[in-house]
């Protein structure tokens, strides 16, 4: 219990959510599923961002008409039914299902796992996304602009029918981004692992493991990894389109 204390600050161009202060609410199609939204069109993001506890046995809800649905699986296992047969994704997998697929996710054991949907905006002549199932551990990680010590995995190929990016990004004790980022794409991160002082905008946060952050446009951002073990968060961003054109 905190009382009235909360580290949770929902701003007009960021957010930081603190498992502290989740407060899950049924879904429609995710019965029997703890469901808590971390980011959404609600606070001004352009796509949404859930942390789901399912039991063994619960199935996803659909996802909003239009959308593009990305699930890493956090802790557990999820069944896919898709395209070809039954895939099981277990911790550290992941799956994009493009906007109107015929789909079922299940969970074939208790399953914690990051949702991400999001509008899907369509390109001329390219296919309206496709179906990918992945595995973090089979990414190799790149080390961001020549520093070893801050590597990316990029979970979703960069192709002309998909709309996101979805990266791992981890850092070793003392690493930080290079310099203040400020893009027109917006950003979702969870923190999966360690310590991190991050700023936004004029402020400045310390996070751990389990907090969520929203990023929208143009908000200057930068971070840095305080120890004393790594760093990692899941991040998303809305790429390789005309972003706000
Ligand atoms: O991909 C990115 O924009 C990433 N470097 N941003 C971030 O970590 N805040
Ligand atoms: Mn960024």
């Not at 942390?51 to 557990?76: K, N, Q, S, T, W």
Request: glycine share 12%.
């Amino acid at each position: 219990m905190t009382g009235p204390h909360a580290r949770t600050v929902v701003r007009r161009d960021h957010a930081v959510i603190a498992p502290e202060t989740h407060v899950p609410g049924p879904v429609p199609g995710w019965s029997g599923s703890e469901h808590v939204r971390l980011i959404s069109p609600a606070m001004g993001a352009g796509f949404s961002m859930s942390l789901v506890a399912m039991p063994a046995g619960a199935g996803a809800g659909p996802p909003p008409d239009g959308a593009g649905r990305f699930a890493y699986v956090l802790e557990g296992a999820l069944a896919l039914e898709a395209d070809a047969g039954p895939r099981i994704l277990g911790a550290g997998g992941y799956a994009y299902i493009p906007p109107g697929t015929a789909h079922s996710l299940t969970a074939s054991a208790a399953a914690r796992v990051c949702v991400i949907d999001k509008p899907y905006v369509p390109v001329p002549g390219a296919p309206h996304g496709r179906l990918i199932v992945g595995e973090a551990a089979d990414r190799p990680p790149e080390p961001m602009l020549g520093d070893p010590a801050l590597t990316v995995r990029q979970l979703l190929p960069e192709e002309p029918a998909l709309d996101l990016a979805v990266n791992l990004m981890a850092f070793a004790p003392g690493a930080a981004l290079p310099f203040v980022e400020t893009h027109v794409m917006e950003h979702g991160l969870l923190v999966l692992e360690g310590t991190l002082v991050y700023r936004f905008a004029d402020h400045w946060y310390p996070l751990g493991a389990g907090d969520a952050v929203w990023m929208g446009p143009f908000c200057p951002q930068w971070c840095c990894a305080y120890g004393p073990g790594r760093a990692e968060y899941l991040i998303y961003k809305d790429w390789n389109r005309e972003a706000g054109a």
